[in-house]
Structure formats: structure tokens, C-alpha cells
């Protein structure tokens, strides 16, 4: 059971950054895929951001490209979502996700542990 724990989130101006962090419990955690989603009130969850097990290959969400990034550190078992130029609709609950394969999936699906979520807000 691969334990997820999300830090980072807050309040901030619109055009403002932030950035998430994820620590994960797994001690193989280089071998697992990793995403964030998020999720707006009223709202279904959402992809935003996923990382191969490497750190090689990263996917986006349309509405975020340019503006977060996705990396990884295996040595420290976290991954992070650097957030730039954050608009208000861009405020909602934000999850990190871990699956057991090493792609970087898009689809909430193929996620197998999931972490209790991140608050961020964004004002305008």
C-alpha cells in the first residue's frame, strides 16, 4: 500500500505560483507512474499533469501547458507540480496520484493509490 501525502497548496493572486510536492511511503516508488488531478466544486476530477516512472516523459492537460511542469526526485520519493501564471479557474482541489505501471496515464482509471488532496485557490 503505496501512502500519498500532498503539501503546497494555498492562496494566491491570479498570474501567482505555486508549487505542490508529494511524498510518497513506497521505498520503490522510482518504479510507478505518477499524476496530479484536481477537482473544482460541482466539478468532475480532472488530469492535469502526469510523470513516467523516469522522469523522462511528462504529459498535460491542454489547459495547463506552459504554465506547470511536472518533475520527480526518486532519491526523496516526491514529485512536484510547479504552478506558474495561475488564473482562477484553475482553483480546486488538487490530488496526487501513483500507479503500479511506469506510464504516465492521463486517465484517472489507471491510478491505483491516491492522496488526500491539496486545496489551491487562486483569487482574481
Known amino acids: 500500500q503505496v501512502q500519498l501525502v500532498e503539501s503546497g497548496g494555498g492562496l494566491v493572486q491570479a498570474g501567482g505560483s505555486l508549487r505542490l510536492s508529494c511524498a510518497a511511503s513506497e521505498r520503490t516508488f522510482s518504479g510507478y507512474g505518477m499524476g496530479w488531478f484536481r477537482q473544482a466544486p460541482e466539478k468532475e476530477r480532472e488530469f492535469v499533469a502526469a510523470?513516467?516512472?523516469?522522469?523522462?516523459?511528462?504529459n498535460y492537460a491542454d489547459s495547463v501547458k506552459g504554465r506547470f511542469t511536472i518533475s520527480r526526485d526518486n532519491a526523496k520519493n516526491t514529485v512536484f507540480l510547479q504552478m506558474n501564471s495561475l488564473k482562477p479557474e484553475d482553483t480546486a482541489i488538487y490530488y496526487c496520484?501513483?500507479?503500479?505501471?511506469?506510464?504516465?496515464?492521463?486517465?484517472?482509471?489507471?491510478?491505483?493509490?491516491w492522496g488526500q488532496g491539496t486545496q489551491v485557490t487562486v483569487s482574481s
Open positions: 510523470i513516467s516512472w523516469s522522469g523522462a516523459t511528462a
Open positions: 496520484a501513483c500507479t503500479n505501471s511506469r506510464l504516465p496515464f492521463t486517465s484517472a482509471r489507471l491510478y491505483d493509490y
